[in-house]
């Protein structure tokens, strides 16, 4: 009886040192896990030194018997690992992919990215508002957060990037492949400039591409860049002769070859910024937005107004919506700046749901049709349809259409899809080059246009923020960037851009006469001019007048 005594005493004092241990680990959360192992070690010691284990006595019938459950194994505390400060951390912490590759396409990708920082820090600051959601969601699907990059190589982090080839968005995607993972493409709203909506449907086709190609992220990728079909193309080929079949070693369009070297050399100057001579841009590894279910149709002006941010804010947190409201058949979400979420909801809920959108009472006038009233006021014929539940085209004098409308003037949605591309027609590719507005005809082309005005489709699509396959609706305003031929008889000639107004018993022939240019030139110029048969006194006509000659 005096050995049991004597054990439990051994014993308490022993489980009393041990928590003792443990609550000075607990005191000090700075400590690491090496320092609690020492300690762990210092505290077994100290307990064989007091001959606490040696004076255990052998069990016998007259002994009771102490159980695994009677002993408490002493509890070591660790501190907590330390979360990133900043989202560049957390992609590194995240990487997958071997990088440890050295190709000469992938030198060449090196070096140009490490010789233009200011580009990375621009595409970084373009994407500072997307990149912790990416990031997340990526962790999620335990896919590579090298892919976070990809945004750089595909659009530069441009929301509103499009391309040649009609693909769209942050994720550039093309139409059809687009509706394939749901991303809706209406006049109001295209999902794939939609930060949540476009990110969900890269990583789902991502995912189906790494899964179709047994886990090669490379093939994956290229897949993503020219199509599965290319890639299973490429990799017949090379088995057929005996080749090997890995991203690098494969015949594929020009455009991919350098696609996966431009990720994987940005995912290098990420990982080792130093050794490229580059300082990352900072961005807290922090949400940046909040989403706020708005329940229905809402202006952004107003949204805008009631977070107490900019209406371009609200136009970059949510690209995906077009005009100057959100879709009437959704999403019914709104894209926040997290500090500003609370307030914006607390707005929200104050404002009835027949203010949310402005709304005008418009009766039909003779000569009326839904597509001029449409034109009007900004919207479309199937907008007009819905709102007033009308089946077909067909209004009469006096009826009355509700019609939705913009709250503030529509200039001022500087980012909705029409003043960016009044935005972009407006922008000279050179000081010398004169702006004329081409109005689309039944039977037009691109190549059409380009051929009549010495150019190529792909330059007149870039100047119309278009895609080489998109279609020409008559009526539609192109505009031409005129280069001025300079008078073949002058050493020395500067040319101007005059913009005359026609006088009484003033015809095209008279003005060519007066500015020295011929009749065909001033109807190159002005073709809108140029398709009516009589020119009336007030039309305005630009001509390029020679103002110096040799």
Not at 290 to 317: F, H
Not at 339 to 362: C, D, G, H, M, S
Request: proline fraction near 6%.
């Amino acid at each position: 009886m005096t050995y049991k005594i004597f054990w439990v005493c051994l014993v308490s004092l022993t489980l009393s040192a041990c928590q003792t241990a443990s609550k000075i680990e607990r005191s000090n959360p700075s400590s690491d896990l090496l320092e609690t192992a020492e300690e762990a070690d210092m505290v077994e010691a100290d307990t064989e030194k007091l001959g606490f284990i040696d004076t255990v006595p052998p069990v016998d019938s007259t002994t009771e018997e102490v159980t695994e459950e009677d002993v408490i194994e002493p509890v070591i505390a660790t501190s907590k690992p330390r979360a990133p400060e900043d989202i560049w951390e957390r992609i590194r912490a995240g990487y997958q992919l071997d990088l440890d590759l050295d190709r000469p396409r992938l030198s060449s990708q090196l070096r140009w990215f490490s010789s233009h920082p200011s580009y990375l820090d621009r595409v970084s600051k373009r994407g500072e508002r997307y990149l912790y959601y990416i990031v997340d969601e990526l962790e999620k699907a335990g896919i590579p957060t090298e892919i976070a990059l990809l945004p750089i190589v595909e659009s530069g982090f441009d929301p509103f990037g499009y391309s040649h080839g009609r693909a769209s968005g942050p994720w550039q995607f093309i139409p059809s492949t687009g509706q394939m993972y749901g991303l809706d493409q209406t006049w109001w709203y295209d999902g794939r400039r939609d930060i949540i909506g476009s990110t969900q449907a890269a990583i789902a086709y991502l995912t189906r591409l790494n899964k179709m190609f047994d886990g090669d992220w490379l093939h994956a990728l290229a897949s993503y860049n020219s199509g599965e079909g290319t890639v299973r193309r490429a990799i017949r080929k090379n088995l057929k002769a005996g080749k090997p079949t890995d991203f690098w070693s494969l015949d594929l369009p020009r455009e991919t070859r350098a696609y996966v070297p431009k990720l994987i050399a940005l995912a290098k100057i990420i990982k080792n910024p130093d050794k490229y001579n580059y300082s990352t841009y900072f961005i807290p590894n922090k949400p940046y937005f909040d989403v706020v279910n708005i329940g229905g149709q809402l202006d952004l002006a107003q949204a805008a107004e009631m977070a107490g941010v900019s209406i371009d804010e609200v136009y970059l947190l949510n690209p995906g919506f077009n005009q100057w409201a959100t879709s009437p058949d959704g999403p019914h979400r709104l894209l926040m700046p997290i500090k500003k979420a609370k307030q914006f909801r607390t707005k929200l809920a104050e404002i009835p749901n027949k203010e949310r959108v402005t709304w005008v009472r418009y009766t039909v006038k003779a000569g009326d049709n839904l597509l001029l009233v449409a034109k009007q006021h900004n919207t479309t014929v199937n907008v007009l349809q819905n709102v007033n539940k009308i089946s077909s085209t067909m209004i009469r004098v006096g009826q009355e259409l509700m019609i939705p409308v913009a709250g503030n003037d529509i200039e001022s949605y500087t980012l909705s899809s029409h003043q960016r591309l009044l935005a972009k027609q407006s922008r000279a590719p050179n000081r010398n080059r004169i702006k004329i507005s081409y109005t689309v005809n039944p039977g037009d082309s691109l190549w059409l246009i380009s051929n009549k005005y010495d150019t190529d489709s792909k330059t007149l699509a870039r100047w119309n923020s278009m895609g080489l396959a998109d279609p020409l609706i008559p009526g539609k305003k192109l505009v031409v960037w005129l280069e001025p031929k300079p008078s073949e008889s002058s050493t020395r000639s500067v040319m101007k851009k005059v913009v005359y107004t026609i006088r009484d018993g003033e015809s095209l022939a008279l003005v060519a006469n007066k500015f020295k240019v011929s009749v065909t030139d001033i109807k190159d110029w002005n073709p809108n001019v140029g398709s009516q048969k009589y020119v009336q006194p007030g039309d305005k006509v630009t001509l390029l007048v020679n103002v110096v000659g040799g």
